[in-house]
């Protein structure tokens, strides 16, 4: 089945732990991009990636970073979480430019 | 910068009562634009899409949109909604040339629908 998986969908973590949310494709889709989900501001865009070792920053990357070494997988990494990381996340990937996401169940992070 | 506004946060209706949520972009340039939908706990799912040609789109569930350039407007219809259409609604553009990977999305309009 074609899908983007999310890793772990809940997460409870105290500020300043390192955290991976782990995102997997398997469509050979060549982009991915990282968005947050917060009520009455929809889904803002974190990071992007157009194909392996080629990111570039979304609207809001401060306190995340992302890699890209194989195609299916696009992590989101929070070095130091805060409290305002707390979230829902959403990974999504795209055969081509332009051609709408397919997005993964979201994983649901609070920091406290 | 590019930006979409969904003006309706909240829209309640009454089954079988049609639908129309609002949905503007400020974008100049050539644009693909979206709806999607987010079922209470669900992530979001494909609703249609324009890229170019006949600006009336058909999507699925009965959904339409119709993209009107000279207003920069992307409006999504349905003649008769069902309890099953309570959910979210997105609107997303995304602008040709360098930035193509970006899509924005609005704020979102929720819908409830009353049995």
């Known amino acids: 089945e074609a899908q983007v998986t999310q890793n772990p969908r809940y997460l409870i973590t105290v500020t300043g732990k390192k955290l991976t949310v782990t995102c997997s494709q398997n469509?050979?889709?060549?982009?991915m991009s990282w968005y947050r989900q917060d009520p009455g501001l929809g889904l803002r865009q974190i990071y992007y990636?157009?194909?392996?070792?080629?990111?570039d920053k979304g609207d809001v990357p401060e306190g995340y970073k992302v890699s890209r070494k194989e195609k299916r997988n696009f992590p989101l990494i929070l070095e130091s979480p805060s409290p305002n990381q707390t979230s829902l996340y959403f990974c999504?990937?795209?055969?081509?430019?332009?051609?709408?996401?397919?997005f993964g169940s979201g994983t649901r992070l609070t920091v406290v | 910068a590019q930006s979409v506004s969904q003006h309706n946060h909240h829209v309640i209706l009454s089954e079988a009562a049609s639908l129309e949520l609002g949905c503007n972009y400020s974008y100049g340039g050539t644009v693909n634009l979206f709806w999607y939908v987010q079922y209470p706990g669900q992530h979001l799912q494909l609703l249609l899409k324009y890229f170019s040609g006949d600006p009336l789109v058909k999507g699925i569930k009965g959904f339409e949109a119709e993209f009107i350039k000279s207003k920069f407007s992307f409006n999504l219809r349905k003649p008769s909604v069902q309890w099953s259409d309570t959910a979210e609604y997105f609107c997303?553009?995304?602008?040709?040339?360098?930035?193509?990977?970006?899509?924005?999305f609005g704020s979102g309009t929720r819908l409830s629908i009353r049995p």
């Open positions: 999504a990937s795209s055969l081509m430019e332009g051609y709408g996401y397919t």
């Open positions: 990636s157009m194909n392996v070792e080629v990111t």
């Open positions: 469509m050979n889709h060549e982009y």
């Open positions: 997303a553009v995304n602008a040709g040339g360098s930035s193509a990977s970006k899509i924005i």
